[in-house]
């Protein structure tokens, strides 16, 4: 059974579309995050929801805006994408955000614009 | 804001050696203390964690001490094997949210 899942698992695109990543969590858990890996490794987080509530927004680019249609998704859009957006993008979901609790990820989405 | 710095970037290790990785972080408010290992193309993956009520953690070959004063806190790997070989990120937990270091590169040399 898969925890965190992401969808896709690879995205290659031109510069200046419009794409979407989506994310599931089937462990019932109140919290999920979006986190941006680059090149250099650096997990940066990027948004929180906790129950379908916006609680973080990590100076992201307007381009960026994820939607939770219920606390077991959290899906990331993508306007006007650019060379710089292209990283690995990772999905992240704990019980709430309280503190304390284990963060279980997702396989990561692999962007790649050209 | 909010920081954390991690050292060693890379570290390589004979297969049976020790390898310690260190962290420091800014936020007096942090009150857990997760490691990660990530293998490559993987997710990370929680492989310890501490609490700051506490100043040391074991599993097995894995150990995590964590000074609060200092805010200090580091992970040890003892009789590391080849499969150890991954990158180590340390994290945070503070106002809502995680800070992760900037990752160890640890290679495990057989």
């Known amino acids: 059974d898969t925890a965190v899942s992401q969808t896709p698992k690879y995205l290659v695109t031109q510069m200046g579309n419009d794409k979407s990543i989506k994310c599931e969590q089937n462990?019932?858990?109140?919290?999920m995050y979006w986190y941006k890996q680059d090149s250099k490794k650096f997990l940066k987080i990027m948004f929180s929801?906790?129950?379908?509530?916006?609680?973080i927004n990590e100076t992201v680019p307007n381009r960026f805006s994820p939607k939770s249609p219920d606390k077991a998704h959290l899906n990331l859009h993508i306007n006007s994408l650019e060379l710089g957006d292209s990283a690995v993008y990772f999905c992240?979901?704990?019980?709430?955000?309280?503190?304390?609790?284990?963060?279980?990820f997702g396989p990561g989405t692999r962007l790649l614009v050209l | 804001g909010e920081n954390v710095e991690q050292h060693p970037s890379t570290l390589s290790v004979q297969e049976g050696d020790s390898a310690v990785i260190k962290c420091t972080y800014s936020?007096?408010?942090?009150?857990?203390f997760p490691w990660y290992k990530q293998e490559l193309g993987k997710r990370p993956q929680l492989i310890i964690d501490?609490?700051?009520?506490?100043g040391e953690k074991k599993d097995q070959r894995i150990a995590v001490t964590l000074n609060k004063t200092a805010k200090h806190f580091s992970l040890h790997i003892t009789e590391t094997q080849p499969e150890d070989s991954a990158v180590y990120f340390c994290?945070?937990?503070?106002?809502?949210?995680?800070?992760f270091g900037t990752g160890t590169r640890l290679k495990v040399l057989a």
């Open positions: 994290a945070a937990f503070g106002t809502y949210k995680y800070i």
């Open positions: 929801y906790n129950n379908k509530e916006l609680i």
């Open positions: 462990l019932g858990h109140d919290t």
């Open positions: 501490i609490r700051s009520n506490v």
């Open positions: 936020d007096s408010a942090s009150n857990y």
């Open positions: 992240a979901s704990s019980q709430d955000y309280g503190g304390s609790k284990t963060q279980y």
